[in-house]
């Protein structure tokens, strides 16, 4: 009965919340503060952590400022995946892929694309995701690129990415063994502008799945690895790190031992707050914790 009475205190909390289209700040039993009405769930922080926060106003909406094209509110546009295979025109070294790749996800991160690229014998294949103009118009400027010449393989709409943590996902298929890969299909030895993928698109989507799914365990490692170091560097230098997140979220490092994601516009409700948060918080400082 306790549980679902705190529950239903929590619910009505969120309710008046959102009925005046506001925010409600309460103190938790153990100390922490909790604010409602920014997300569906109160986010509760404690005193050390809310004011940490607020100190770094400035840089949040720097960050929102600099990234503002690539960050997610309510209304979002519609996704979309193309995927092309292209013949090259000009001899490509390892040089020249390795600076073609560098190339692509500098664009990518900027542009808020995620894919995946495929190389062998001077073929390319190539999907791209993310929202509809944003793909159509990065294609136009690769299709206008004399060093190659291809053909959309297919084009469709997705509900949410397939390679949502790759600017752009690369694998070299001259120096890799398909015949070991799970999922592995004699097609898979074709070259990557082979006929039969733009007649049959199904197997242009089988064969980056395989890819995909190759590289999934390492990708999660190397994505963990990265989070965890930026803690630790950040707890280093007592700092805050803001970085761009899935589906165009802020995260901000620094400030627990989990990144604190939100959108763009929850953020700047937060901001828009401040001096209610400041206040709650020197009006109840005796109930509050510190602790992290």
């Not at 509760?44 to 100190?55: M, S």
């Not at 828009?272 to 109840?284: L, P």
Request: hydrophobic share 40%; with cysteine.
């Amino acid at each position: 009965m306790e549980a679902e009475l705190e529950r239903l205190r929590a619910e009505n909390t969120q309710l008046k919340s959102k009925a005046k289209g506001g925010i409600v700040l309460k103190a938790t039993p153990k100390g922490a503060v909790s604010l409602y009405g920014i997300t569906r769930s109160p986010i509760t922080l404690n005193k050390g952590q809310w004011l940490r926060i607020l100190a770094s106003e400035a840089e949040v909406e720097a960050f929102i400022s600099e990234n503002d094209s690539k960050l997610a509110t309510k209304e979002s546009m519609r996704l979309i995946s193309l995927m092309y295979a292209s013949s090259a025109t000009v001899h490509f070294s390892e040089q020249d892929l390795a600076a073609l790749l560098n190339k692509a996800r500098e664009n990518n991160l900027r542009l808020g694309i995620t894919g995946l690229l495929l190389y062998k014998n001077g073929e390319f294949m190539q999907a791209l995701e993310g929202e509809e103009n944003v793909v159509d118009q990065l294609y136009c400027r690769i299709e206008q690129d004399s060093r190659h010449t291809g053909a959309v393989l297919l084009r469709e709409i997705i509900e949410k990415p397939r390679f949502p943590d790759w600017s752009m996902g690369f694998t070299n298929l001259q120096s890799t063994n398909t015949r070991q890969l799970p999922g592995y299909s004699p097609f898979m030895d074709e070259p990557l502008a082979w006929p039969g993928f733009q007649e049959d698109p199904s197997k242009v989507q089988k064969l980056f799945a395989v890819f995909s799914g190759h590289q999934a365990d390492r990708l999660a490692q190397l994505e963990h690895l990265r989070a965890e170091n930026t803690q630790l560097k950040n707890k280093d230098k007592g700092g805050i790190v803001l970085k761009l997140g899935e589906k165009g979220t802020i995260c901000m490092y620094g400030i627990g031992q989990f990144a604190v994601t939100l959108n763009k516009e929850q953020w700047l409700r937060i901001l828009a707050s401040a001096s209610e948060i400041r206040a709650f918080i020197g009006e109840n400082d005796s109930k509050l914790s510190t602790k992290e």
